[in-house]
């Protein structure tokens, strides 16, 4: 048995997700949880297989999820299934060591097989988007991603920085930056722009 680990925010796309996996008869369910946080905590109480997660959720990302199951070495393997068709997530989610990457509009099928796929150390990224992902690099270093991100939710940069533990002078540079390297007019519209490639 594949035994697997969902995570999604959404109840009724959790529900989908667990009920047609429980279809198949070489893959268990064993968790859906809700947030980042408890699908951190389930993974290393289950220790499964493989983890099916959302992008974006209440507490640590599917990415940043990933990126703890690769750097604490476990041996589960990441799909994300995600709404966010953008190169620059998809990037970034191979960066952090993800084995799969479908969009929530696939067919019901392509899930189950993804699994399978990962599971037996292959990997799984839609086509489109992996040449899309290529041919757009991502301008931004982890520092100026940060600082964006939080610039744009509306912190101010004494706000940032005290977060960050930076002086006022660095975040400024590193919003000077992304702005420069995004060739924007100011700190929304970088976020914006950094927003709709998927780079943020």
């Known amino acids: 048995m594949i035994r697997v680990l969902l995570a999604e925010d959404q109840a009724m796309v959790r529900g989908a997700l667990a009920a047609l996996l ?17 699908a951190w905590s389930e993974t290393q109480r289950l220790r499964p297989d493989v983890i099916v997660s959302d992008i974006e959720m209440p ?41 799969g990457y479908l969009l929530k509009d696939a ?15 292959g990997r ?11 041919s757009d690099a991502d301008p931004l270093n982890e520092r100026e991603r940060q600082v964006l991100r939080l610039a744009g ?13 930076l002086s006022h002078g660095t975040v400024r540079n590193y919003l000077s930056e992304a702005i420069g390297k995004l060739n924007a007019g100011n700190r929304i519209e970088a976020y914006r722009l950094a927003r709709q490639k998927g780079w943020l």
């Open 59 to 99: 507490g640590l990302t599917g990415l940043e999820l990933a990126q703890r199951v690769r750097e604490r070495g476990l041996p589960c393997r990441v799909v994300i299934v995600t709404t966010f068709a953008r190169a620059g997530y998809l990037r970034r989610a191979l960066d952090a060591g993800v084995a």
């Open 153 to 165: 939710e509306g912190m101010s940069s004494a706000d940032i920085a005290s977060q960050l533990s």
């Open 124 to 134: 799984v990224v839609d086509p489109q988007l992996a040449v899309e992902a290529w």
């Open 22 to 38: 429980r279809l198949e008869q070489d893959i268990e369910v064993l968790a859906s949880c809700a947030d980042g946080d408890s």
């Open 107 to 121: 067919p019901a099928q392509q899930l189950a097989d993804a699994v399978r796929k990962v599971h037996a150390g």
